[in-house]
């Protein structure tokens, strides 16, 4: 079993919609929890960044961290074309080194 | 543009064969991180450097190797190359060591083929 899975997709919305984007992960070291962004031929961006449980809103974007239940969410909001890209969770139990990835979710915004 | 540099983007190569691929890190990082991306294991760590001495290890295979030089760009060597190693490699710098306090950046990534 892999120590953060995460649903590949693809998943498919119109605009506008509310997505959801989700994590399980079974280490319970992990205190650091991230979401990158991934578009096509491209590297990875940082979309956002939590330390420990709650939640953090940056726009369009709001990350929670659930760590009872070992689940992480990226939800975002009024979604767009230009959203359409790959996601992917990461998290380690001491800042940016030894990030594990999920495997990633694409997401598609179709107009 | 995240400002590292990754090359060459695309490679092609036989098996058993040895390539090297180059980063060079945002302005002022000190931080370089070798990542491997395929299709059936996901974005994967396997080397961090720090100011020219490795700082952690990941998953990293023994015949893959990497180094940082005084100018602080750092090269991957993968040699007796498999069909299996085909994926795309990405390089990312911070500023810091420790990693807290310092996001990654990653590069555009380098597609290594091999056939």
């Known amino acids: 079993q892999k120590e953060v899975e995460q649903d590949p997709g693809p998943l498919s919305v119109p605009e506008g919609a509310i997505v959801s984007l989700n994590c399980t992960y079974s280490?319970?070291?992990?205190?650091?929890f991230m979401w990158y962004r991934q578009y096509s031929r491209k590297g990875p961006e940082l979309l956002m960044y939590?330390?420990?449980?709650g939640n953090k809103e940056d726009g369009r974007f709001t990350a929670q961290v659930d760590k009872s239940s070992k689940y992480i969410s990226l939800f975002i909001r009024d979604s767009q074309p230009s959203d359409s890209a790959t996601y992917l969770c990461?998290?380690?139990?001491?800042?940016?080194?030894?990030?594990?990835f999920g495997a990633g979710t694409r997401l598609a915004v179709h107009p | 543009d995240s400002g590292v540099t990754q090359t060459p983007k695309h490679l092609i190569t036989a098996t058993g064969q040895r390539v090297t691929l180059r980063c060079s890190p945002r302005?002022?990082?000190?931080?370089v991180y070798w990542y491997q991306q395929s299709l059936d294991q996901g974005l994967q760590f396997l080397i961090q450097?720090?100011?020219?001495?490795?700082?952690a290890k990941g998953n990293i295979l023994e015949r893959f190797s990497a180094q940082q030089f005084p100018d602080l760009h750092s090269e991957l060597n993968l040699s007796s190359l498999e069909l299996g190693d085909s994926a795309l490699y990405f390089c990312?710098?911070?500023?810091?060591?420790?990693?807290?306090?310092?996001?990654?950046?990653f590069g555009n990534g380098t597609r290594l083929t091999v056939t």
């Open positions: 990312a710098s911070s500023a810091s060591g420790t990693g807290y306090n310092s996001p990654l950046h």
């Open positions: 302005s002022g990082d000190l931080s």
């Open positions: 450097y720090y100011n020219g001495e490795e700082r």
């Open positions: 280490n319970s070291a992990f205190q650091y």
């Open positions: 990461a998290m380690s139990p001491g800042g940016y080194n030894k990030l594990i």
């Open positions: 939590t330390y420990s449980s």
